[in-house]
């Protein structure tokens, strides 16, 4: 990790710590550097005006000064890069152009530097994403699971049988390179996955769901997982 991007790790780190701050060894722990490393790193970060405490002895160690909050955009090159191809990468993901508006906004309040070198290097990842279903049916499907109401849509099969299904949704899952609706069917009265891509049309009725939880699709694959931001 380059200096650079290990001080903005350093800020990050200090800032979820809160204001009972984290100790120097568990700062180099994480980082996989050494102390003297990370005390260079704080030093540096005072200097730059960050607002960084420190609390030598036993017991002590570094954290945010109480109130103080950083920037609200601190991103290096290649977090900002990153950003991007996560995003670019699943044009069929669930709220990916409401990502894509994000992910514009922060590179827009970049400073300019950082701006520069991450349009830059953006300029080296290459996605060559496949076609994601239609924009209307998409928003549709957004829009039910946000505001927990039944969606109305009309599906095709893998069989090739087309139907019309009044749907729960429950929650959107991406498996074998698809996403997917997970809801309550309630044509059918269960649990069914639904392939986002097979949806030829859906539109958001007034009806709010019943309350079926995420505990009732079953217990996901094992390396399934939420897409949580926390580390």
């Known amino acids: 990790m380059r200096r650079a991007e290990r001080l903005h790790a350093v800020s990050e780190m200090l800032r979820r710590a809160g204001p009972s701050g984290t100790s120097a060894g568990r700062l180099a722990d994480e980082l996989g550097v050494s102390v003297r490393t990370v005390k260079r790193d704080v030093a540096a970060l005072e200097r730059s005006g960050a607002p ?13 000064a109480a109130g103080a909050s950083l920037a609200p955009v601190s991103l290096s090159p290649t977090q900002a890069v990153a950003l991007m191809a996560a995003v670019s990468a699943a044009p069929d993901a669930p709220y990916t152009d409401l990502a894509a508006a994000g992910v514009r906004k922060i590179v827009d309040v970049l400073d300019a530097r950082t701006r520069a070198r991450s349009l830059e290097l953006a300029g080296r990842v290459w996605v060559d994403a496949p076609p994601s279903p239609t924009r209307r049916v998409r928003s549709a499907l957004e829009e039910a699971m946000a505001e927990q109401r039944v969606v109305r849509i009309r599906y095709t099969s893998a069989q090739g049988v087309t139907t019309t299904r009044d749907v729960e949704p429950v929650l959107f899952a991406s498996t074998g390179g698809r996403w997917h609706l997970v809801g309550w069917c309630r044509t059918r009265d269960a649990m069914r996955w639904f392939t986002v891509s097979r949806v030829e049309s859906a539109t958001v009725t007034r009806t709010p769901c019943t309350g079926h939880a995420v505990a009732e699709v079953g217990e996901p694959p094992p390396l399934a997982r939420p897409v949580h931001g926390g580390g």
Do not use: D, T
């Open 52 to 64: 960084v405490w420190s609390r030598p002895g036993p017991g002590g160690g570094f954290g945010m």
